[in-house]
């Protein structure tokens, strides 16, 4: 299936087996070059996707069941409104997502099809699939690991934050 509100990203060719994580850099760079090849991968998973990335950001927040306006989907994403228009008019396009009126607002809803209900579903069991194979390769290390990303991620976003 085409993802509906964007072209699909240029994925490169993923060279045959493991790419070299450069085990011999410093522990900085070598993030560095893992969190690349890690890209590499989630940009290849998303071009395999059944939905596109914009369409996937809607329907994970509209997964909740509460419709939203516009106004709302722009907040809850930090998006430009005309962008979030954009978005939301080509999964409406797609069969994706469908805007109605409640009775006593003015604004108009926004909420997901059956289809895009059952398309992010697919998407995202692909996704959380690939998360667990990886996983699975840790074995007994899965909680450490865990916790020693989160330990990361938060220091990292305390880094880049700061002045």
Do not use: C, K
């Amino acid at each position: 299936m085409t993802p509906s509100s964007a072209t699909s990203p240029v994925v490169p060719d993923l060279p045959e087996g493991p790419v070299p994580s450069g085990a011999d850099l410093p522990a900085d760079r070598r993030v560095a070059s893992l969190l690349a090849r890690l890209d590499v991968y989630r940009r290849l998973a998303e071009h395999r996707s059944a939905i596109g990335v914009a369409d996937g950001r809607l329907l994970w927040l509209l997964s909740d069941g509460r419709p939203r306006t516009l106004r709302e989907i722009a907040e809850a994403l930090r998006l430009e409104q005309s962008t979030v228009n954009r978005q939301v008019n080509g999964a409406l396009a797609a069969g994706l997502l469908r805007r109605f009126t409640e009775a006593g607002r003015s604004a108009r809803l926004v909420e997901p099809t059956e289809e895009g209900r059952e398309r992010f579903e697919e998407a995202t069991s692909q996704a959380l699939g690939a998360y667990a194979d990886g996983l699975a390769a840790l074995g007994d290390d899965v909680d450490t690991f865990l916790e020693l990303f989160a330990r990361f991620a938060d220091a990292y976003g305390d880094a880049v934050r700061e002045p």
